[in-house]
């Protein structure tokens, strides 16, 4: 094969025979290819100083969360829980036995398993809360014996 063969025989085309076709194509779809170039540039490629930034006068009217807020976002989730807990329920209302020590009888399926963690729930804030008084208790005992030293009672103490 020659330097002017394709591979197959036919004359491979100079670049410069194809390059006026290639560049009159694109020019005529330039405004196509061209739209996103017209459009503002994204922040990516805009150097630091031109992306705008926001008024200094809005960032220090910001509020953060506050006690309202959270009471309500509680309670968007506590009502997203009881419907999907009803919906449980109701979906599964088969009747089981149900034994306990020596007591015996016959629940909906999804009632037993509401009681179940019901009762786990119950352990856990009871364990919760005697592991919170332990430590208060602790807390106290520091706070009366770094009291009664006399050089340290004043600084580690809050004042009220």
Same mark, same amino acid.
């Given at each position: 094969? =020659?330097?002017?063969?394709?591979?197959? =025989?036919?004359?491979?085309?100079?670049? /410069?025979?194809?390059?006026?076709? @290639?560049? &009159?194509?694109?020019?005529? &779809?330039?405004?196509?290819?061209?739209?996103? @170039?017209? &459009? /503002?540039?994204? #922040?990516?490629? $805009?150097?630091?100083?031109?992306?705008?930034?926001?008024? $200094?006068?809005?960032?220090? &009217?910001?509020?953060?969360?506050?006690?309202?807020?959270?009471?309500?976002?509680?309670?968007? =989730?506590?009502?997203? $829980?009881?419907?999907?807990?009803?919906?449980? %329920? *109701?979906?599964? =209302?088969?009747?089981?036995? %149900?034994?306990?020590?020596?007591?015996?009888?016959? *629940?909906? !399926?999804?009632?037993?398993?509401?009681?179940?963690?019901?009762?786990?729930? *119950? %352990?856990?804030?009871?364990?919760? #809360? #005697?592991? %919170?008084?332990?430590?208060?208790?602790?807390?106290?005992?520091?706070?009366? #014996?770094?009291?009664?030293?006399?050089? !340290?009672?004043?600084?580690?103490?809050?004042?009220?």
């Amino acid at each position: 094969m =020659g330097q002017g063969d394709g591979g197959v =025989g036919a004359p491979v085309p100079d670049r /410069a025979e194809s390059a006026p076709p @290639q560049t &009159e194509v694109p020019q005529t &779809e330039a405004p196509q290819t061209e739209v996103p @170039q017209t &459009e /503002a540039p994204s #922040a990516q490629t $805009l150097p630091a100083q031109t992306v705008p930034a926001r008024p $200094l006068e809005r960032r220090s &009217e910001r509020v953060g969360p506050t006690r309202l807020s959270g009471a309500w976002t509680a309670a968007v =989730g506590a009502i997203v $829980l009881v419907v999907a807990m009803l919906i449980f %329920i *109701l979906q599964n =209302g088969r009747e089981v036995p %149900i034994n306990f020590v020596s007591a015996h009888g016959h *629940l909906p !399926l999804g009632v037993a398993l509401l009681f179940a963690a019901v009762i786990g729930a *119950l %352990i856990v804030v009871v364990c919760g #809360a #005697a592991r %919170i008084l332990q430590l208060r208790r602790v807390a106290k005992r520091r706070t009366r #014996a770094a009291a009664a030293v006399p050089g !340290l009672g004043s600084s580690t103490r809050r004042k009220s």
